[in-house]
């Protein structure tokens, strides 16, 4: 399964910031859309990623006392991965990254996000799906007499 198929199951609602809007606001909208990550654009391209993980060090930096713009603490350096990238190695690399979203570029074209939790869902139902198939495949096997005569 590819990234591209799993995008168009997904839907295409994507949440963007810039880099200066204000970190409060960011966390507001994370909030109101229950959402875990925002994309950081600027002129039109992917400049960061904004998520729990830099939200918290923003609190615990400021002690509670939030102030700045998402520019003072979003990831810079996040991981991309292409529309036809292989889910079993956006897995793979989710997990040595320590990633739990990776945007999704074809070029320099935003595409969507793919979320770990978007990643573990995927593989599920694709391992359902052949479980069901094994399943009707062997209790349509032959038996020993049917073989024989």
Known sequence: MKVSEILKLKGN?????????????????L???????????????LVG??????????V????????????????????????????????RMMLEHHARYVPVLDGMMLMGVMSFYDVAKAV???????????KAYIRDWPSESEKEG
């Open 13 to 29: 609602i994507l949440f963007t910031v810039t880099p200066e809007t204000l970190l409060l606001d960011a966390i507001d909208t």
């Open 49 to 58: 990623m904004l998520s729990f993980r830099e939200v918290m060090k923003a």
């Open 31 to 45: 909030a109101e859309k229950d959402i875990g990550s925002l994309v950081v654009m600027k002129s039109g391209a």
């Open 124 to 134: 599920f139902e694709e391992q359902n799906f052949e479980n069901k198939m094994l």
């Open 60 to 91: 615990h930096a400021s002690r509670g006392n939030i102030t700045g713009t998402v520019g003072d603490y979003m990831d810079r350096d996040m991981l991309t991965i292409a529309p036809d990238t292989d889910v079993n190695d956006i897995r």
